[in-house]
């Protein structure tokens, strides 16, 4: 919640809600901003929700879709009733109506869309959800490069943007092809009669309708953009992506990663129904189970190598859990710079640094091992085989690390799909096999 005051207006509201008083809660909520007035909503009773979003203006429920997650957008939209959702969606941003008819049955989306009647918005529902084309918006400023300072300055005036589509004045020629931009203070300052061509900057970024929203919001990112334009094949301006837009896409494709990576569907959330969570965590789960019979099995084949020698069971778990955390810092590293586009023509060089990472990180923490094994012991070659099979299982768990996201990609599948579980099968196995088939090569000095 954005303060204190807007958490007192919240319960306030709640309290003249229960006790039925729309008058006061419509005049109440009227000065909440659309994101607390959405947290309000959502925290109601169905049929509360129903009647106070009955009882709102049109616009404000509008504006209150521009501030959902995917998971409320639905519920929203049940409450709002498919019926009304022209009404409401009349003067929303083009994005945000296209968002929200997305999530509606076919038949549902031919309707509203032919009940709405506004062309920018089925043009935009013909690009892919996920594409730049389907994330733009129409809401920008064009003006020719033929055209004066002074004519570009009156028609601002007659055209009173919106703050928010004042970021950039975007440069067209007679083609509609995008040709650059201009500053508002290059506007300003310049001589009435300079044609805007002589004074638009032509180092532009744009992206194509058809570029997916991750590589535009990267674009954002690198070159410190306030929004993004977007362009057809020919070069011309179909429409702009505006920075908080393409932030909540960096943030929702860092959730998607963080959450496969640790086996979870990302649609899940902390308050998701109880059999939903099950059936998204369950197979992984499962999969796990079968993963982990790797180490168990190769335990097994050494089985008279730790009869005879019992110690090794105490630094089996260490070794192998020293190497699955090298292994998942490695994969995490791998799978941010796959998801940044940072591995490109330079893989060799990125392995080959990551692996002499791994080796002197081995080394380092087998050295400890070997230490603490011979104060504990006093077996020299005790703490011989713990830097031996540390130092390998480090290096191995380096390698694994990298390629597992890097063949799940050549895979055509998600870099961040459960790599965790794959990276701790190989490491466990690994690990054990280093540490119990080095000491079955000198079991004899082990008494």
Do not use: C
């Amino acid at each position: 919640m954005a303060d204190e005051s807007a958490v007192e207006l919240l319960a306030d509201a709640k309290s003249l809600i229960r006790a039925g008083e729309w008058g006061k809660v419509v005049a109440l909520v009227a000065s909440l901003h659309p994101a607390d007035l959405v947290d309000l909503s959502l925290d109601l009773e169905e049929s509360e929700r129903r009647e106070l979003l009955d009882r709102l203006p049109t616009d404000i429920v509008g504006e209150m879709f521009g501030f959902v997650e995917d998971d409320e957008l639905r519920e929203l939209i049940r409450s709002v009733g498919v019926e009304d959702l022209p009404a409401v969606l009349e003067e929303v941003d083009d994005n945000v109506a296209v968002d929200v008819i997305q999530q509606l049955e076919p038949d549902e989306r031919e309707e509203t869309l032919a009940a709405l009647d506004r062309e920018e918005v089925a043009d935009l529902m013909q690009f892919r959800e996920e594409s730049a084309g389907g994330l733009m918006s129409r809401g920008f400023v064009a003006l020719n490069e033929g055209i004066t300072v002074q004519q570009a300055i009156d028609y601002l005036r007659v055209l009173r943007p919106p703050a928010d589509r004042a970021y950039y004045l975007y440069i067209v020629d007679n083609e509609k092809r995008l040709q650059g931009t201009v500053s508002i203070r290059d506007l300003l300052v310049s001589a009435p009669r300079t044609t805007l061509g002589e004074i638009t900057q032509r180092d532009i970024h744009a992206v194509n309708t058809q570029t997916d929203q991750e590589e535009a919001a990267r674009t954002l990112q690198r070159y410190n953009l306030l929004a993004v334009p977007v362009v057809d094949d020919e070069g011309r301006l179909e429409g702009v992506m505006a920075a908080e837009d393409l932030i909540d896409v960096l943030q929702e494709e860092a959730t998607e990663d963080m959450y496969r990576m640790a086996g979870l569907d990302e649609e899940e959330a902390l308050g998701a129904p109880f059999r939903r969570s099950i059936r998204l965590r369950l197979p992984w789960l499962l999969v796990n189970v079968f993963a982990a019979f790797a180490g168990a099995i190769v335990v097994g084949l050494f089985h008279s190598t730790v009869e005879k020698a019992v110690v090794l069971a105490a630094f089996m778990p260490v070794v192998a859990n020293q190497s699955g955390v090298t292994g998942y810092q490695t994969s995490t590293i791998v799978v941010r710079a796959l998801a940044l586009g940072e591995i490109r023509g330079n893989a060799q060089r990125v392995l080959a640094r990551e692996m002499l990472i791994g080796l002197a990180n081995g080394i380092v923490v087998g050295l400890l091992l070997a230490t603490i094994g011979l104060v504990v012991t006093g077996n020299e070659t005790l703490a011989g085989i713990l830097l031996v099979s540390m130092t390998l299982a480090s290096v191995v768990a380096t390698l694994v690390g990298q390629l597992v996201p890097l063949a799940l990609r050549a895979l055509g599948a998600d870099p961040a799909l459960a790599s965790s579980i794959f990276v701790t099968m190989a490491t466990d196995a690994m690990s054990f096999l280093f540490l119990l088939g080095t000491a079955s090569l000198v079991i004899g000095r082990l008494d």
